[in-house]
């Protein structure tokens, strides 16, 4: 038996094809042992996200809107996958027009660890202005998983053509693992221990008390 401080981990999930899967990153955070709980953007709604599917494997509600307040949103650590092009050029350029706009625009200023899982075009990459969001958004600590040993590696293939390659999930849960530290955990003789002493510290605060009081009402009585 042991009790832990589990990892907050808020999924944003934008509208992109490789949604349909995204049970897939859920099931690796749960196994880690931590909490997921999941953000679904406007479009990724429209485009037929699963959400009670994603409320089952997760155990929460799936946040949709700014029906839920921003404040109850508590997260040790943000994943964007799928990343959509839009979802990144909005943060980098601080529009907040939507409810999941919002929460990572303030995330970013609260330092709250940010790793989005790109899922663009090769084409995208060809406009300048677009790779230089990716610049800014890194220089502010977001954790953009795009090209080198540890990316996503874009290319113009559609499903139309044929089986794609499948979303590398793994590099998003692998980032997120190595970001954040191991789960606070206590074993059950250190609880045992802990209660222990919090009993012990509650009766010595009981006895000092009524000494006090007892102090306090023979004084009383010596000054008659």
Known sequence: MSA???TELLLVICGA???KDVSTLISQILARGWNVQALATSSAVSVGLDI???QTQTGRLVVTSAAIPRATLSPSIIVVAPATAN???KLALDIRDTYAAGVLGQAVAAKIPIIMLPSIK???LERGIFRKHIQSLRREGVNVLLGGSTGIHPTNASSKDGPVPLFPW????SAAFSRMNAPFCLSK????SLNVFKTDISLRWAVGLLAAISAAVVLGRYQK
Not at 170 to 173: N, R
Not at 189 to 192: P, S
């Open 4 to 6: 832990c401080v589990k």
């Open 17 to 19: 094809g490789p949604l």
């Open 52 to 54: 009670e599917s994603v």
């Open 87 to 89: 979802t990144i050029t």
């Open 122 to 124: 090769k084409v995208d």
């Open 170 to 173: 793994h590099l998003a849960a």
């Open 189 to 192: 003789w250190q609880i045992d």
